[in-house]
């Protein structure tokens, strides 16, 4: 089956959702003359749609690059990737929570939020790492072979191990920390980016092997 | 009339309610320290913007399948997809509902919300049935000659149905039990799911074969 | 320049309007126990859903069969097209006002969303005459050959104008009654789509005379 | 890598944003009777609903017609992109705070509600002078070449420059007169189109003379 269609099911997805996320970020209600007030009360929050711009926009970045890297799709790719993308919707939720956690500045709420949005962030590696380990097993839906890829794969593999290890310490730091909580909730957020940099630096140097080995 | 337009139409749409749908489900006003009491009171709803998720994916997952089977559009199609579209969008309307009376527990309510419910989930039925056996009467639109299918269509040839079926005894059951019909209800969006594996399967038996008397 | 961006956006657009019209008819709060009050005072306004969901409709299948009949886009016709999907934003302000005013029931507010659809309406016709009128004028975009469809066209050249009368019409009628102006409102929805019909017979029929005079 | 996601998802926030815009225009309670009230009070708010489309609709045009000049995509190109696509989701936040200062008339408010979207506005074009630079230093991604279009380049060169220089004088103005910093806005915005209009005749020149020399 092509893959045209599973490609503008998934970038309508994402582009709702990197648009949409500023929905939530925006005052309700203003007394005249306080809006100075109420967008500086809002600054710290904007941090919030910033990271969720970038986590979003960042997993968009990794779904481009994986289906650079198939060939075509099947029904149970098509069922992982609606999985994918459901996890990826649930961050707009995460945000809005972190969002009003946040303003009315209590602490038990912003522990739980935080934690909410560390599971949402979980989901998301693990849906990924299910659409990964499918494509591994299923070469006839692959571009480049897996022989290409595997010496350099290896240098990339503990990566989702790693961003996991993030939330889950952001998790736990919630008991003693919402700073330090807060502080590796970006930390993964970033490393997540980081690790996509590596992947695409992986997924490039096997596809051009690829082509010099059919130009020899 | 070729058929991108179309598709990419429809994968705009599906792809707007999937994501949509988490927009209702979030706390308007939370009270500083009670966000553990909303996020729990939360939890019950969570199904159903999973139920909700899951019936739009499942009938984007038909759609799909459908559109590989159909070689070009015409007027009568593009019609009857607009019509198929719209007893989607009300899946949201339905959900937020369901959600709503959820929320505030009256048995009436629920009652009533099942009951909407389960008349979307009809409609989708009946827009989907008329999709498909307008293709059936169109081979000319057709990528799969009709012959191919024939056998193995008999097979899941009374699963709509079958679908209709279970909608139906669950608008029966709210009379006297809104569990059971909440349980009829969940039963009748994981057979869609179900018949769309078997429906799916048909399809890939049928061009796999025609493939292989092509190649032969 | 390709069209192919030009009918992602407009596709895009569409899919947006189509599915955010259903957002706007949702029940805000719900006292327990109410749930069938709120859902009966919901049937008509339901109507003016179905009117707008038909008549944005409507509207992408003009914009799709007008495109069928492009062969590259242009500075202008792109701008045009931006102008186009602009005057359809409208219709979902055009509703909500309408129904707005159907909900409270107050005359002179009925009145006035009638006046304002009406204009809505207008503003999209013109915007299509727009379209039309630029294409005629510049064949080299055209991928059917203005001869071809000339003797045809003069049948359907009248549609737009028609379409305007019925919503001037309707407009006027708010002076004396409401039910007059709801009525004809409606009968310009569907003559629009009437107007399709017609449009997209003459395309069909120039398309197969061109293919004809090809392959003879 | 192929540009057809970045495109695809770019124009799907497009699509979203100037959809979306529509939505923050909405009269939120009405008393009946008091509809006409409604109307004429959001009358001048239409006008920066009208500029807000406007403005994200000439920023497609200006992406559109940058993706005509692009050959392929890489890492960078959709990371920038992704940061083009956040600056221009502002714009909605930048309207909301503009129609609400403007709803409630207190002059710190608009004076703040313009610095904030003559802040956006500079961002924005931060945001594509960036797609520019890049692309100018990446010659291997471009589908014109560079020595083509360098003559003709000088003429807009300074179009960025101006644009900024006029945001930025709206910016001061606020400090003397709000009337004068709208204007500027407005005049930077209608400057934005122009400058478009400039540089995709630019473009559209150095392609005809590049096909001019191939046919030669």
């Known amino acids: 089956m092509s893959k045209s269609r599973i490609d503008a099911l998934s970038d309508g997805v994402f582009a709702i959702l990197l648009t949409i996320l500023i929905l939530e970020f925006q005052p309700e209600t203003i007394k005249p003359g306080s809006l100075n007030q109420v967008v500086l009360h809002q600054a710290p929050l904007f941090l919030m749609y910033l990271l969720s711009y970038f986590y979003v926009g960042t997993s968009w970045l990794f779904h481009h690059d994986y289906f650079q890297y198939v ?96 939330y889950l310490l952001s998790m736990i730091a919630t008991s003693f920390s919402n700073l330090v909580a807060g502080i590796l909730l970006i930390a993964g957020v970033v490393f997540h980016f980081i690790a996509y940099l590596r992947f695409s630096r992986v997924v490039h140097i096997a596809t051009n092997e690829k082509t010099n080995n059919l130009t020899k």
């Open 71 to 166: 060939k075509r799709t099947n029904r149970t790719l098509n069922v992982l990737n609606l999985f994918v993308l459901f996890t990826v919707t649930l961050v707009n939720y995460a945000m809005v929570l972190l969002i009003e956690a946040l303003s009315d500045g209590n602490t038990s709420d912003i522990r739980l939020a935080f934690i909410v949005y560390d599971l949402v962030a979980l989901l998301i590696s693990l849906s990924f790492l299910l659409l990964y380990r499918y494509l591994e097993h299923h070469p006839e839906l692959q571009t480049v072979e897996r022989s290409g890829i595997t010496s350099h794969y290896e240098r990339i593999r503990l990566d989702p191990a790693r961003s996991v290890s993030i």
